[in-house]
């Protein structure tokens, strides 16, 4: 069955995904309407993208019979609205990460998603990306040994306006939500779940964290070192230190192109891929394959993984404190 897109939210990630689109197959999927706050704005983003389709109001594109699977770019906090929305009109989701504020909210997602039987998934674009699948599947072979410790680094210079999506409140602005959610990421792919984190934070005048670091500790004296940063320029570099060689997985890691490994005896390896535009279309095909299967769930990301993934971003943001005016 072929399936008819939507895009909810137009701002800057939609765009990407707009563009991406072209890549997957038109056999498979069409990208046939959008929704915006503005109707200027939906008219603007459908003719730039060739959609045929636009609306003025979120709940007109829900209504649309004509669409069997949203793609929802919203600001986090209203991400399990639209989605229950969604999922409730009878439409598959596609949400942009993090799928939801915290795990409560998510949990309250996946009981209507599965009432309505119904697929969901959370939009980690990285856990597609070819230099990702081809680490986590060397790593996974056992041959450069076990992991020793990794890093993930993620930040740039954010010009501050208090009521953007990145540092109001109550849009769940701040680092952590929006870019520390990809190093949190690497480390749940890579090593699980901690068995501890330890945590430091600053904050933004208006409440929500501009840098946040983050210790999580496994088994066996294993650290990866996560950091997010709103205030400046980092290398965006990802480290993996195995027992037999290193990764380094090149800026930007998370939408990689190339990575780099140099084993103990000193031979240093350079592995490329072909990447067309950001990969997000990788994305819009792996759902185009899972609804049309039996098992309508991710079997590469699935909703436990997200599951565990907020629950690993709740526990950072109860040690340094962070909690948004709406979850009070």
Same mark, same amino acid.
Not at 143 to 160: Q, R, T, V
Not at 228 to 257: N, P, Q, S, Y
Not at 293 to 303: F, G, I, K
């Given at each position: 069955?072929?399936?008819?897109?939507?895009?909810?939210?137009?701002?800057?990630?939609?765009?990407?995904?707009?563009?991406?689109?072209?890549?997957?197959?038109?056999?498979?999927?069409?990208?046939?309407?959008?929704?915006?706050?503005?109707?200027?704005?939906?008219?603007?983003?459908?003719?730039?993208?060739?959609?045929?389709?636009?609306?003025?109001?979120?709940?007109?594109?829900?209504?649309?019979?004509?669409?069997?699977?949203?793609?929802?770019?919203?600001?986090?906090?209203?991400?399990?609205?639209?989605?229950?929305?969604?999922?409730?009109?009878?439409?598959?989701?596609? /949400? +942009? %990460?993090?799928?939801? &504020?915290? $795990? !409560?909210?998510?949990? @309250?997602?996946?009981?209507?998603?599965?009432?309505?039987?119904?697929?969901?998934?959370?939009?980690?674009?990285?856990?597609?990306?070819?230099?990702?699948?081809?680490?986590?599947?060397?790593?996974?072979?056992?041959?450069?040994?076990?992991?020793?410790?990794?890093?993930?680094?993620?930040?740039?210079?954010?010009?501050?306006?208090?009521?953007?999506?990145?540092?109001?409140?109550?849009?769940?602005?701040?680092?952590?939500?929006?870019?520390?959610?990809?190093?949190?990421?690497?480390?749940?792919?890579?090593?699980?779940?901690?068995?501890?984190?330890?945590?430091?934070?600053?904050?933004?005048?208006?409440?929500?964290?501009?840098?946040?670091?983050?210790?999580?500790?496994?088994?066996?004296?294993?650290?990866?070192?996560?950091?997010?940063?709103?205030?400046?320029?980092?290398?965006?570099?990802?480290?993996?230190? /195995? +027992? %037999?060689?290193?990764? &380094?997985? $090149? !800026?930007?890691?998370? @939408?990689?192109?190339?990575?780099?490994?140099?084993?103990?005896?000193?031979?240093?390896?350079?592995?490329?891929?072909?990447?067309?535009?950001?990969?997000?279309?990788?994305?819009?095909?792996?759902?185009?394959?899972?609804?049309?299967?039996?098992?309508?769930?991710?079997?590469?990301?699935?909703?436990?993984?997200?599951?565990?993934?907020?629950?690993?971003?709740?526990?950072?943001?109860?040690?340094?404190?962070?909690?948004?005016?709406?979850?009070?």
């Amino acid at each position: 069955m072929k399936l008819r897109w939507g895009i909810i939210g137009l701002g800057k990630i939609a765009g990407h995904f707009a563009r991406d689109f072209i890549h997957a197959s038109s056999d498979q999927n069409e990208l046939v309407a959008v929704a915006s706050r503005s109707l200027d704005k939906a008219r603007a983003f459908a003719q730039n993208h060739h959609i045929t389709e636009y609306y003025g109001t979120y709940e007109d594109l829900l209504g649309d019979p004509n669409v069997d699977i949203l793609y929802i770019a919203t600001p986090h906090n209203s991400h399990k609205k639209y989605t229950i929305e969604a999922l409730n009109a009878g439409k598959h989701v596609l /949400c +942009e %990460k993090p799928m939801a &504020v915290n $795990k !409560a909210e998510l949990k @309250e997602m996946i009981d209507v998603t599965r009432k309505n039987k119904v697929f969901l998934m959370e939009a980690l674009w990285t856990r597609w990306n070819p230099v990702m699948l081809e680490v986590l599947q060397l790593i996974r072979s056992g041959k450069l040994g076990s992991i020793i410790k990794a890093e993930a680094d993620f930040g740039f210079k954010a010009h501050f306006d208090p009521e953007s999506r990145l540092f109001n409140p109550q849009l769940a602005g701040g680092a952590l939500l929006d870019i520390g959610i990809y190093p949190l990421f690497l480390s749940y792919l890579l090593l699980g779940e901690p068995n501890s984190i330890s945590t430091k934070a600053e904050f933004s005048t208006t409440g929500v964290d501009v840098e946040t670091s983050v210790e999580l500790n496994y088994a066996h004296n294993v650290k990866f070192q996560a950091t997010c940063t709103l205030l400046a320029e980092t290398d965006t570099v990802a480290r993996i230190t /195995c +027992e %037999k060689a290193k990764i &380094v997985i $090149k !800026a930007r890691w998370h @939408e990689a192109e190339s990575y780099q490994i140099t084993y103990a005896d000193g031979k240093i390896e350079e592995h490329s891929v072909e990447l067309q535009n950001r990969g997000y279309y990788q994305e819009v095909k792996h759902c185009y394959e899972r609804v049309n299967s039996a098992n309508a769930e991710s079997d590469m990301w699935s909703l436990r993984n997200s599951l565990a993934l907020v629950g690993i971003l709740d526990q950072v943001r109860a040690k340094i404190g962070l909690v948004y005016p709406f979850e009070k």
